[in-house]
DNA sequence: CAAGTGATTAGC
DNA sequence: CTAATCACTTGC
């Protein structure tokens, strides 16, 4: 069994980069029983904080919604939206710098079978490919909200890794509120992946 | 393509 | 206190 990708990867300051080197990388939430759920990452969008009309952290804002977006990195940041769903975050960098990750897309690995049970879908590729599926199948919900990513909650490994040529890069997607910063080229994505949310 | 859904927040 | 908004998904 692999091991926990460590401290380093998540404090690095360059968030781009973390959302680019998130891309092969498996996320495990333990089941019951010891079972393991699991998935690659294939899908990434970065958040630049403060300087980021995206991000809900824009000019500093800090409420109690947000607030795990401010912890060190290696935590998440799970907030609910839209009345239904979920979104899963990845802080990067240092306490008070509120820069996250959100993970878009996943490819199932280990757990199909529960994944499909909670999703109440049959087929594979309609699982996780999209940042609210993706949470129903690993049942990530408000509890998540601030957990150590170095924690049992839940965490990373190492899986695959993919070089350059095999990673797209493009806009962010459902941020038309985002004036000047919509067109920003921060979203990542495997190319070709079949659990990326959006060809 | 539009509705559904309810927590959250900004603005009175 | 109230109303508008929303980093989505599904089914028409």
Not at 46 to 71: F, K, M, Q, S, W
Not at 95 to 123: S, Y
Request: proline share 4%; glycine share 12%; net charge negative.
């Amino acid at each position: 069994m692999s091991e926990k990708v460590d401290r380093q990867f998540y404090l690095r300051e360059d968030t781009l980069e973390v959302a680019a080197d998130l891309l092969g990388k498996l996320i495990v939430v333990p089941g019951a029983a010891g079972l393991r759920v699991s998935g690659m990452i294939v899908e990434t969008e970065a958040y630049l904080g403060v300087i980021d009309r995206a991000a809900h952290t824009y000019g500093g804002r800090r409420t109690p919604r947000n607030e795990a977006a401010y912890a060190l990195g290696g935590h998440v940041y799970v907030f609910f939206v839209y009345g239904m769903y979920y979104q899963l975050n990845v802080v990067c960098g240092p306490v008070d710098h509120p820069h996250v990750v959100l993970i878009r897309g996943v490819e199932p690995v280990e757990g199909i079978d529960l994944m499909r049970e909670r999703r109440g879908e049959m087929k594979e590729r309609n699982l996780t490919s999209g940042p609210g599926k993706l949470c129903i199948a690993f049942r990530i919900d408000r509890t998540f909200n601030g957990a150590d990513l170095l924690g049992d909650q839940i965490w990373l490994e190492d899986h695959r890794s993919f070089g350059t040529d095999q990673i797209s890069v493009g806009k962010r997607i459902g941020i038309d509120y985002a004036g000047e910063d919509v067109d920003n080229p921060w979203r990542f994505w495997v190319t070709g992946n079949e659990f990326v949310s959006r060809k």
